[in-house]
């Protein structure tokens, strides 16, 4: 079965440039999308299409795809950004078929 | 706005069935595909399937196939997921979420189900 693939954790100090990638070999032909799960609480999304950010969320979180890696890009990483944060795309050989990451631990401090 | 209200939490013993409730309100209800995502203590979030409000078509992870179904009612705008033979390892969170382009968007607020004997 297809098969994301994110590193288990990153650590930054406050204002830090914090980097999540997310590896999978149908990422050149399907989107890549990102979710934050604060503990306790339900994800929410951050990035959507590779590089759009939905309303509400802050300018300092961006996205970006090349070939088969995704990238979640925290610039100036604040310590209410600690968080898990996933990947989510679908399987270049079903239609609906979708799959995250393993998630990635981002700690602030 | 939208929102996805899932029903309470569940205790079931191993073997028995499940059924999750969510309502969504505040959109077309035909218009988006509904997904079905938990996340197992200590574990991460996991892909379950999703269903198509209008048609009530279905696509299962390979995992929960034969095991999982998905339906809805488009009178109450209300999708429904029942999981059977359920293990130890089925206790986690079940969150329902609205499509957002070919990913998922809007998320319910979770319901547990706790797998004890």
């Known amino acids: 079965s297809y098969e994301l693939t994110q590193p288990p954790s990153v650590s930054v100090s406050p204002g830090q440039t914090a980097r999540i990638t997310c590896s999978g070999d149908a990422l050149p032909k399907k989107y890549a999308f990102w979710y934050q799960q604060r503990a306790g609480q339900a994800p929410v999304l951050v990035i959507y299409e590779d590089s759009k950010r939905p309303p509400g969320i802050p300018e300092r979180f961006s996205g970006s795809s090349s070939g088969t890696m995704a990238t979640l890009t925290i610039s100036g990483a604040q310590v209410e950004d600690e968080a898990d944060y996933y990947c989510?795309?679908?399987?270049?050989?079903?239609?609906?078929?979708?799959?995250f990451g393993g998630g990635t631990k981002l700690t602030v401090l | 706005q939208v929102q996805l209200v899932q029903s309470g939490a569940e205790v079931k013993k191993p073997g028995a069935s499940v059924k999750v409730s969510c309502k969504a309100s505040g959109y077309t209800f035909t218009t988006y595909y509904i997904h079905w995502v938990r996340r197992a203590p200590g574990q991460g979030l996991e892909w379950m399937g999703i269903i198509n409000p209008s048609s009530g078509s279905t696509t299962y992870a390979q995992k929960f196939q034969g095991r999982v179904t998905m339906t809805r009612d488009t009178s109450t705008s209300t999708v429904l997921l029942e999981l059977s033979s359920l293990r130890h390892e089925d206790t986690a969170v079940y969150y329902c979420?609205?499509?957002?382009?070919?990913?998922?968007?809007?998320w319910g607020q979770g319901t547990l189900v706790t797998v004890s004997s």
């Open positions: 979420a609205r499509g957002y382009g070919s990913g998922v968007g809007y």
């Open positions: 989510y795309s679908r399987d270049s050989s079903g239609d609906h078929e979708g799959v």
